[in-house]
Every structure is written in structure tokens, then in C-alpha cells.
């Protein structure tokens, strides 16, 4: 069994900061983290490499400081890593990262499950792990909170939903999200943290990959930032000094005034 992971490499959230021309993260020379939603998907794939055989491939497309990344996912158990890069690639959008990690799927060919996390933490989209799917044709599942049963052609899925979960049968390969409820991420080994230092990197850039320049990056995003501004909070508040049998009237002429 063949699992690739998508990882992403996500700014840490106290450090985030925006280029005011573009609009989009400044990630060189920013401290960053594996995207936390991510280290679910990593770890699922290793219990069920341990389950099955086979191995488990780790991709992500950044700068070349996205090394750091994938070397801390072999780390905690991942076999073979590849680091999609190309100054073609800055800017994109969901469209252009998934169409960009689906070229590298294709290239990799023989794989049969892709995961990801439900959600980067930076963009909290969640359109990647379907995006790529669609451009791959692949059957996907977004919000796997359990695998079932995997056999040689199909998987079966838990499926977290707002009121319990759907049970759904893939064909292979197919691509999932998963959430943190699907298992307890681990931490690296001693032995694993050795095996980073000396792991070969793969490296695909958008030659490597057949893709158009204007297919890709800032140019191939359909959908561009305008503006990024911080929130503005404002705290209001009133004092009554007033006895208790008062209080629950005044707070249900507060609670009525602002439900029109």
C-alpha cells in the first residue's frame, strides 16, 4: 500500500505577516510549523502503513525552508518526502495549489490513498483536499473521523457530521480529509529524527511537472486577495445597580432590543 500525505508548512500563528502588494503570506524567514490539522493525516498513514505494509510518501509545495517540514515528517514516520518548488508556484490560491499538487500525484503514479488535513490553519478554506480530487477524478471524503476497513480496492469511512457521522464505501485510490478526532498524532523518535537528517529530498518543479506558467502561482488563481486588515473589537457594556428580582427583566429588555 502506497499512502501519499499533503502536507502544508503554515506560518506560526504569534508571527503572521502579509506582503502589502500582493496580499498573501510572507512565509520566508518566518518561524513556521507543520500545519497542525496535517500531523492527524501523517499519523493515521503511519497506523495504517504499520497495519498493511507499504509505505507512506510526504509532498508539500513551498520555498525550500518547506524542507524542514517534510523532515520532521519523516521524523515521526514517514518514508520518502518531496518538495514541490518553484517561484511559479508563489501566490496560489486553492484552484492553482490543488491543480499544482494533482500534477505531482500524477507524476508520483502508483499511490493508493491520498490524505490531508480537513484544513490549513492559515486560510482555513478546506477547498485543497476536493480540489484535488476534482482535478484528479478521484473519489474523496472531507471530515474522515475513523477508517473502518481498507481492503485492495475499497475503503470504508466514517464521515464526522454535525448530528454523528456517515459510513461511506470508496473505490481506490481515493483522497480524504481527515479531523482530529481520527487518532493522537506521536511524536518523533530518536531513531526517526536520525532518519530525517539523512533522508533523500525529491524535489518537482513546474517544469518537472509539464504545468503552464499562467496555469499556476498568482497567475493561475482565479480568486486574488484585494484587502487584509485586522478585525476592529469593540467591548460595550452597562452597569445596573438594581435588585435581584430587577435584573432578570432588565436583561430580557436587553435580550429583545437586540433580536430586532
Not at 497495519?51 to 518514508?79: C, F, N, W, Y
Request: net charge negative; aromatic share 4%.
Amino acid at each position: 500500500m502506497h499512502i501519499v500525505i499533503a502536507i502544508k508548512q503554515v506560518p506560526d500563528t504569534t508571527d503572521i505577516k502579509i506582503d502589502p502588494v500582493t496580499n498573501t503570506l510572507i512565509r520566508e524567514g518566518v518561524d513556521s510549523i507543520i500545519n497542525p490539522f496535517d500531523m492527524y493525516a501523517i499519523e493515521e498513514a503511519i497506523r495504517l502503513k504499520d497495519a498493511h505494509g507499504g509505505k507512506v510518501t510526504a509532498i508539500s509545495m513551498g520555498p525550500p525552508q518547506v524542507e524542514s517540514a517534510l523532515r520532521d515528517a519523516v521524523a515521526i514516520g514517514v518514508d520518502e518526502i518531496i518538495l514541490i518548488t518553484d517561484r511559479k508556484f508563489a501566490g496560489a490560491d486553492t484552484w492553482a495549489t490543488s491543480l499544482t499538487l494533482a500534477a505531482a500525484l500524477e507524476k508520483i503514479g502508483d499511490y493508493d490513498l491520498v490524505f490531508m488535513g480537513q484544513q490549513a490553519i492559515d486560510g482555513d478554506t478546506a477547498q485543497v483536499g476536493p480540489g484535488v480530487a476534482a482535478h484528479l477524478d478521484l473519489p474523496q471524503c472531507c471530515f474522515v473521523r475513523k477508517i473502518e476497513e481498507i481492503g485492495e480496492h475499497k475503503v470504508t469511512v466514517q464521515r464526522l457530521m454535525e448530528t454523528g457521522y456517515d459510513r461511506l464505501e470508496l473505490e481506490l485510490p481515493a483522497v480524504l480529509t481527515v479531523v482530529k478526532e481520527i487518532n493522537e498524532p506521536r511524536l518523533p523518535s530518536l531513531r526517526g529524527k536520525r532518519n530525517a537528517r539523512k533522508a533523500e529530498l525529491i524535489k518537482f518543479t513546474a517544469d518537472d511537472l509539464g504545468l503552464d506558467e499562467q496555469d499556476i502561482g498568482l497567475n493561475g488563481s482565479p480568486t486574488q486577495v484585494i484587502k487584509i486588515f485586522s478585525p476592529h473589537h469593540e467591548k460595550q457594556g452597562e452597569k445596573h445597580d438594581v435588585e435581584p428580582e430587577e435584573a432578570a427583566d432588565i436583561v430580557f429588555k436587553k435580550l429583545k432590543e437586540f433580536s430586532l
